[in-house]
């Protein structure tokens, strides 16, 4: 089978780029013929036979005060020039979009249109990492960080009203007018199916009616990771990213009202300097690999105190998977992934008395405790071989 796996940056960057390199990779091993379209950048690593690639756009400030640059933020010509060269040299059976907004823009989907006009097996699948779709902003939140769904009825000048995307009024406005566009051009036609990795992203999507018939749930696959089994340790941990939307703010009052429990922060992020105020806070940096397996494994008790529409985050799946029981708001798809009662508990995102409560509950209940470390090995995330197994079912099926 032939899969062209699109995605504006091609090298490991965030969430999105790490789907992509996994599952490029695990398909080439199946036997698939696997191309890569993206931005060009001398930082990647996935490619395709042809060098074919868009050109990286500057979004500086200065840049996008031009209105011939701000068009070009919404439609991108050389994009959609490119792809189609691409579309026609590697002839793909499948096309599976990931993010591509402001680089390569959705006027590349106008270029598959035409390509699977021609290829009548062929078949585009998006897969929707954030809200862009009904969203400008992509996250269901102000620039505040306060949940915000007022776009939800297609109203999207709402983004350019509150300033949504970074409090600026010239960044909104280009998101408002980018949404509107793509909206009344009717390009999501083309999309055969959109790969929701929450149930609670694909009832936001089923709000309006153009995707209503093409969503489906399958959460994010993880690695068949085999780890050696580690002690518990007396402390608590929370790792990712520190800023206000993950609940970082919130978590740290909690943490100074208990100050005889040790807790553990592996990542990074604006807030991470707060850290050295606190006695009972270690702070180790950027984790990943088994570095990271081996203090997420030790740890009693993990926290994702999220304070946004969350849609299938890593850190509760691997938590689980490492034998460590989870603590998360009550936010986007975090309950979709823990088994409350058995493997984790959820607290209402923000509330500083509720999450100190849930935690004083477990760490002071070693017996609960042990048995919630306990019921995480019976808990089945996808793994890639089940993922793709569903992904390719919706191909045959469509």
Same mark, same amino acid.
């Given at each position: 089978?032939?899969?062209?796996?699109?995605?504006?940056f091609?090298?490991?960057?965030?969430?999105?780029?790490?789907?992509?390199?996994?599952?490029?990779?695990?398909?080439?091993k199946?036997?698939?013929?696997?191309?890569?379209?993206g931005l060009e950048?001398?930082?990647?690593?996935?490619k395709?036979d042809?060098?074919?690639?868009?050109?990286?756009?500057?979004?500086?400030?200065?840049n996008?005060?031009s209105?011939?640059?701000v068009?070009?933020?919404?439609?991108?010509r050389?994009?959609?020039?490119?792809?189609?060269?691409?579309?026609?040299?590697?002839?793909?059976?499948?096309?599976?979009?990931?993010?591509?907004?402001y680089?390569?823009?959705?006027?590349?989907?106008?270029?598959?249109?035409?390509?699977?006009?021609?290829?009548k097996?062929?078949k585009?699948?998006y897969?929707?990492?954030?809200?862009?779709l009904?969203?400008?902003?992509?996250?269901l939140f102000?620039?505040e960080?306060?949940i915000?769904?007022?776009?939800?009825?297609?109203?999207?000048?709402?983004?350019?009203?509150?300033?949504c995307l970074?409090?600026?009024?010239l960044?909104?406005?280009?998101g408002?007018?980018?949404?509107?566009?793509w909206?009344?051009r009717?390009? @999501? $036609?083309?999309? &055969?199916? #959109? *790969?929701c990795p929450s149930e %609670?992203? =694909?009832? +936001?999507l089923?709000?309006?009616?153009?995707?209503?018939n093409?969503?489906i749930?399958?959460?994010n696959?993880t690695?068949?990771i085999k780890?050696?089994k @580690? $002690?518990?340790? &007396?402390? #608590? *941990?929370?790792?990712g990213? %520190?800023? =206000?939307? +993950?609940?970082?703010?919130?978590?740290l009052?909690?943490?100074?009202?208990l100050p005889?429990?040790?807790?553990?922060?592996?990542?990074?992020?604006?807030?991470?300097?707060e850290f050295?105020?606190?006695k009972n806070i270690?702070f180790v940096?950027?984790?990943?690999?088994?570095?990271l397996?081996?203090?997420?494994?030790?740890?009693?008790?993990?926290?994702?105190p999220s304070?946004?529409?969350?849609?299938?985050?890593?850190?509760?799946?691997e938590s689980?998977?490492?034998?460590?029981?989870?603590?998360g708001?009550?936010?986007?798809?975090?309950p979709?992934l823990?088994?409350?009662?058995?493997?984790?508990?959820?607290?209402?995102?923000?509330n500083?008395?509720e999450?100190k409560e849930?935690?004083?509950k477990l760490?002071?209940?070693?017996?609960?405790?042990?048995?919630?470390s306990?019921n995480?090995a019976?808990?089945?995330?996808e793994?890639?071989?089940?993922?793709?197994?569903k992904?390719?079912?919706l191909?045959?099926r469509?």
């Amino acid at each position: 089978m032939k899969v062209l796996l699109v995605n504006k940056f091609l090298y490991p960057k965030g969430g999105a780029e790490t789907y992509v390199i996994k599952l490029g990779q695990y398909l080439q091993k199946k036997g698939n013929e696997v191309q890569y379209f993206g931005l060009e950048n001398e930082k990647n690593t996935l490619k395709n036979d042809w060098n074919l690639y868009a050109k990286e756009y500057d979004l500086s400030k200065n840049n996008i005060k031009s209105i011939f640059n701000v068009l070009k933020l919404i439609y991108s010509r050389e994009a959609k020039k490119k792809i189609s060269k691409l579309l026609k040299l590697f002839n793909p059976d499948l096309i599976i979009l990931n993010n591509i907004e402001y680089h390569l823009t959705p006027s590349i989907i106008l270029a598959i249109g035409k390509y699977k006009e021609k290829n009548k097996k062929a078949k585009l699948f998006y897969v929707a990492h954030d809200y862009q779709l009904i969203c400008p902003s992509h996250g269901l939140f102000d620039s505040e960080v306060n949940i915000c769904e007022k776009c939800l009825n297609g109203d999207y000048w709402n983004c350019y009203r509150t300033k949504c995307l970074k409090g600026s009024r010239l960044k909104s406005l280009i998101g408002t007018i980018d949404s509107i566009y793509w909206h009344k051009r009717n390009v @999501y $036609k083309y999309v &055969d199916k #959109i *790969i929701c990795p929450s149930e %609670f992203l =694909k009832k +936001k999507l089923n709000t309006q009616e153009e995707f209503r018939n093409k969503t489906i749930t399958i959460h994010n696959f993880t690695d068949n990771i085999k780890t050696k089994k @580690y $002690k518990k340790e &007396d402390y #608590i *941990i929370n790792f990712g990213y %520190f800023c =206000k939307d +993950k609940g970082t703010e919130t978590l740290l009052k909690v943490i100074k009202q208990l100050p005889d429990i040790q807790f553990v922060f592996a990542g990074y992020g604006p807030i991470e300097y707060e850290f050295k105020k606190y006695k009972n806070i270690k702070f180790v940096g950027f984790k990943s690999g088994e570095e990271l397996i081996e203090i997420v494994s030790k740890a009693k008790l993990s926290i994702y105190p999220s304070e946004w529409y969350e849609n299938c985050p890593f850190s509760v799946i691997e938590s689980q998977m490492y034998g460590t029981p989870i603590i998360g708001s009550n936010m986007g798809g975090i309950p979709e992934l823990i088994n409350i009662g058995k493997t984790g508990e959820i607290f209402k995102a923000k509330n500083v008395d509720e999450l100190k409560e849930v935690i004083l509950k477990l760490w002071n209940n070693k017996e609960l405790l042990d048995k919630y470390s306990k019921n995480c090995a019976s808990i089945k995330f996808e793994t890639l071989d089940s993922y793709w197994e569903k992904m390719f079912n919706l191909y045959e099926r469509n």
